[in-house]
Nanobody, 123 residues
């Protein structure tokens, strides 16, 4: 497992942008696939985006496709989520997660999680 720490959340107006970062500890970050998930109050944790260990395989939830971009910098042990054209429905706690090598959209496939960062989009 790796230790993960998200940052970059905050309050933004609809139409605005935020970039989330997730810093990972350990020397094997490049062997992990990463995912971003989000959870609004009263809702289950939902898939947002995932990237495999090489960055060559990327998938997005339909709700964020074309607005969000996931990327990684293995030299910095960090994965990013660039969020543009934000909507009030994007309001949630955003979590990054890690699993070995191959990307996934399933919560249960990830075995390392960060503590989450709050994103609030006002209308």
């Amino acid at each position: 497992q790796v230790q993960l720490a998200e940052s970059g959340g905050g309050l933004v107006q609809a139409g605005g942008s935020l970039r989330l970062s997730c810093a990972a500890s350990g020397r094997t970050f490049s062997s992990y696939a990463m995912g971003w998930f989000r959870q609004a109050p009263g809702n289950k944790r939902d898939f947002v985006a995932t990237i495999d260990w090489s960055g060559g395989s990327i998938y997005y939830a339909d709700s964020v496709k074309g607005r969000f971009t996931i990327s990684r910098d293995n030299a910095k042990n960090t994965v990013y989520l660039q969020m543009n054209s934000l909507k009030p429905d994007d309001t949630a706690v955003y979590y990054c997660a890690a699993r070995p090598y191959t990307s996934s959209w399933k919560v249960v496939d990830f075995d390392s999680w960060g503590q989450g960062t709050q994103v609030t989009v006002s209308s």
